[in-house]
């Protein structure tokens, strides 16, 4: 069975401090993908990144950085230099790798809710 | 490109009464998924559409819910009779492409009170 862990529930930094959220998974399979989704305060759910699990290379995209560790099965995620619209409950997501027309489920962690302060 | 939309944005009916979400996924994307985050829980799958088939729906728990999507477009995920644990955020979301690892769409989800 599948599992993710977000052990921080809930994170308040201060405008232009680096934060790191966690995530950690858990799968008996040797191909599988990561995700981190973003929650505003709108409500939807907003694709930031996909890992496979032969990729372990790290990915920036501007203040954004993601660490993918298979050794640890964690794939944390750094906001640098926050922001208050960084505020919001970002989600880790796992999901195997499948075949034909299956889909691929995400498998979700609890969030993290980050508020950033001015 | 419109996204995933979901109405109602919020319901509230009492224990007993029927409720029907309703989600229109990107246009174009075969895919449709229905998940649900129940108060203090993760975001839990419920089913898969591929157009119009039921790929997946090991993730419905009981037999009160029913999931359409007549002519492969929009879907509908109806709750009769609801109960008090059914109260949540049930989301919507999209992919165009089957397989392991797309990225799903969602929608702003629909906030379900049931009292």
């Known amino acids: 069975a599948q599992k993710v862990t977000q052990a921080q529930t809930e994170i308040s930094v201060v405008e232009k401090e680096d934060v790191t959220l966690d995530c950690v998974y858990e799968?008996?399979?040797?191909?599988?993908?990561l995700f981190w989704y973003k929650q505003p305060p709108s409500g939807e759910l907003v694709f930031l990144i996909r890992?496979?699990?032969?990729?372990?290379q790290n990915e920036i995209s501007g203040r954004y950085s993601w660490n993918f560790q298979k050794s640890t099965s964690s794939f944390n995620f750094t906001i640098t230099a926050s922001q208050v619209v960084d505020s919001a409950v970002y989600f880790c997501a796992l999901s195997e790798a499948q075949v034909g027309d299956a889909g691929n489920m995400l498998t979700f962690g609890g969030g993290t809710r980050l508020m950033v302060k001015p | 490109e419109a996204g995933v939309t979901q109405f109602p944005s919020h319901s509230v009916i009492e224990k007993g009464q029927t409720v029907t979400l309703r989600c229109d996924p990107i246009s174009g994307h075969d895919n449709l998924y229905w998940y649900r985050r129940v108060m203090g829980k993760e975001i839990k799958f419920l089913l898969h559409?591929?157009?119009?088939?039921?790929?997946?729906e090991s993730g419905m728990p009981n037999n009160r819910f029913l999931a359409e999507r007549t002519g492969g477009t929009y879907s509908t995920l109806k709750v009769q009779p609801a109960e008090l644990e059914d109260s949540g955020v049930y989301f919507c979301?999209?992919?165009?492409?089957?397989?392991?690892?797309?990225?799903?769409?969602f929608g702003p989800g629909t906030r379900l009170t049931v009292t």
């Open positions: 890992r496979n699990s032969f990729d372990e």
């Open positions: 799968t008996r399979d040797t191909t599988y993908y």
């Open positions: 979301a999209s992919s165009h492409r089957t397989g392991g690892g797309h990225e799903q769409y």
């Open positions: 559409f591929v157009k119009e088939s039921k790929q997946d």
